[in-house]
């Protein structure tokens, strides 16, 4: 997954270009840099005349060079006597600029911006560049014109398999020189110095399915307003943006020239945010209790499986603590906790022994006592100044009242939040009926024109050993794959569907988690099956909390949820 810079788009850019936006950071490589709405204000040479331009997208590709991309939506794009245009989804006609003559001046202004900085900005001097063209609602087949050859052009297809589509655009130009990731980041750091990143915890919508998630207003005056504030504690239900500020907060304080650590509970949501660190680390706590304690001489070998909860949770955390008095340079100026609920009383010691100066250092924590299904205790002592946050950002409007129904909640949600579609409950009386309710669900999902299966999680509270749903795991055409690993953990983050002959198996792969595994992270659609009578409904809540805008139940018959399907 590259890095999307701004992470969370404007709420004004237009669909085309967030689609475009989306589909790249998606699928390019890690090291690769997307930069959207890069605006130009830059003079010639010795003039003082301003010249004003806005690059759609600049792409910095370690191993090929920058490009400068244009894009233009609609389901038809064309040019006859009237110039350029293109029609919308509503049959509108709009007139438009010619797309390959605004990304060939952007870039060649941009190229007199680079050229013209001070000798140490760019170390191997201007990168390889190249333009082109973007028409993500439509196919080429051949070149448009003289002026815009098919190789300078990335269509609906090319958007499947978009390192392909560079390679073969940067085929167009000579390499005249090395670019790798230090030039990438050289590039960055001259266009956008100051540019903000705001960490969207995840996630991201495909422009057909779904909505992107976005800061409120009053999410945005906390990371504002309480920039100053050492000792905060963000208190919210599931879905108001926790994760979002404390991303937001790191990136400003290590932008400022501090030490930072991001800490949470659950390690599929560390492995998530770390592509986002940009300045600080993330880490999840029981890993960096086995880093610091080994580094510490406090610990020489973990103890067996079945005793590692317990270990982690009552006796690690004294141990790095004694590490820490050992380790004074691995301490920080900022950590910040996500998942605040879920620490015991002993971590809450390790993680302000964590803290550089006991009084001067920032501790925020995250904190929804709904989401407590680990027996955590907030400490009373620590001091810190509480900010509640009320407006869910993340769900659907019927999935934000089925789950936060579960702990009598009343939902605040956005006035653009989808209103549909309702969530569907399937009850069941026997294993073989739970079977076929969450076979109903995949195929509901997954029909002719419906979710790609790498937009869909099925959640269970029970272990994969004691889960039935695991044990069937083939439903159809699909098969079920546990989530493992840090990969996992952002193949957690909606994708938009696989390129066309892409890996079968790949395509026929549903993912599978516990409940407790995949809390803080999302999905496009959530199955929720195995709910029973002697489900907490704290669980439920956390669960279905994680699906977006689809959510399917398959609940015992005794569980009290009514059926709707």
């Known amino acids: 997954m590259a890095t999307l810079i701004p992470v969370l788009l404007d709420a004004s850019t237009p ?45 910095l590709a370690p191993g090929l060079g920058m490009a400068c991309l244009e894009i233009k939506g609609g389901r038809e794009v064309g040019c006859d006597g009237g110039g350029w245009y293109s029609v919308d989804e509503r049959g509108a006609r709009h007139d438009i600029k010619d797309p390959g003559r605004q990304a060939q001046q952007s870039v060649h202004q941009l190229v ?64 005249r020189r090395r670019f790798g990731a230090d030039d990438a980041r050289a590039v960055l750091d001259a266009v956008a110095p100051q540019f903000r990143l705001v960490a969207a915890l995840s996630a991201d919508v495909d422009a057909h399915e779904r909505l992107l998630v976005r800061l409120t207003d009053e999410q945005l005056d906390v990371v504002d307003g309480l920039d100053e504030q050492r000792r905060v504690v963000l208190q919210g239900p ?37 592509p986002s660190a940009r300045g600080f680390r993330v880490v999840h706590f029981h890993g960096l209790c086995h880093e610091l304690c080994k580094a510490g001489g406090t610990l020489a070998e973990l103890p067996d499986p079945g005793a590692l909860q317990r270990f ?132 509901a999902l997954t029909g002719a024109g419906r979710l790609a299966p790498e937009r869909i999680v099925v959640l269970s509270p029970k272990s994969a050993k004691k889960s039935a749903v695991w044990a069937h795991r083939r439903f159809g055409r699909f098969t079920l794959e546990q989530f493992a690993d840090g990969a996992d953990a952002a193949a957690a983050q909606v994708k938009a569907p696989p390129a066309a002959g892409g890996a079968a198996q790949a395509a026929n792969v549903i993912r599978f988690s516990t409940l407790q595994g995949f809390k803080g992270l999302e999905a496009d659609a959530v199955i929720l099956c195995e709910i029973g009578s002697s489900t907490a409904p704290r669980w439920v809540y956390v669960a279905a909390s994680r699906a977006k805008h689809v959510l399917w139940c398959v609940s015992d018959a005794r569980s009290g949820d009514r059926p709707s399907a």
């Open 112 to 175: 007199d911006y680079l050229r013209a900085l001070p000798a140490p900005s760019l170390p191997n001097g201007v990168p390889p560049f190249v333009w082109g063209v973007v028409l993500p609602g439509v196919e080429v087949d051949r070149d448009v014109g003289p002026a815009l050859p098919r190789s300078l052009v990335l269509d609906r297809r090319d958007l499947a398999d978009p390192r392909t589509a560079f390679e073969r655009l940067f085929q167009t130009v000579p390499a």
């Open 312 to 443: 982690y949770r009552e006796e690690a955390p004294g141990r790095m603590v004694e590490a820490l008095a050992r380790l004074t340079d691995r301490r920080f100026d900022a950590v910040l906790v996500d998942e605040g609920q879920d620490f015991s009383p002993g971590m809450w010691a390790a993680v302000t022994a964590l803290l550089a100066d006991r009084e001067r250092s920032y501790l925020w924590a995250c904190f929804d006592p709904e989401q407590n299904i680990y027996g955590g205790e907030f400490p009373s002592d620590l001091n810190m100044q509480p900010f509640n946050l009320r407006v869910n950002c993340r769900n659907s409007q019927p999935i934000a009242r089925f789950a936060y129904g579960k702990v009598g909640v009343e939902p605040r949600l956005r006035p653009d939040a989808p209103a549909s579609p309702e969530v569907t409950t399937v009850p069941y009386a026997t294993e073989p009926e739970l079977l076929a309710g969450v076979q109903q669900a995949i195929d």
């Open 15 to 59: 669909a085309a270009e967030r689609r475009v936006a989306e589909a790249l950071r998606d699928q390019l490589p890690a090291d690769w840099v997307v930069v959207h709405g890069q605006r130009l204000a830059t003079s010639r040479r010795g003039g003082t005349h301003l010249r004003e331009a806005e690059i759609d997208v600049l792409v």
């Open 238 to 274: 599931a879905g108001t943006g926790k994760t979002m500020i404390v991303m937001e907060r790191a990136r400003r304080l290590a932008r400022d020239g501090a030490r930072v650590l991001v800490v949470c509970y659950n390690k599929l949501l560390a492995a998530r945010l770390q």
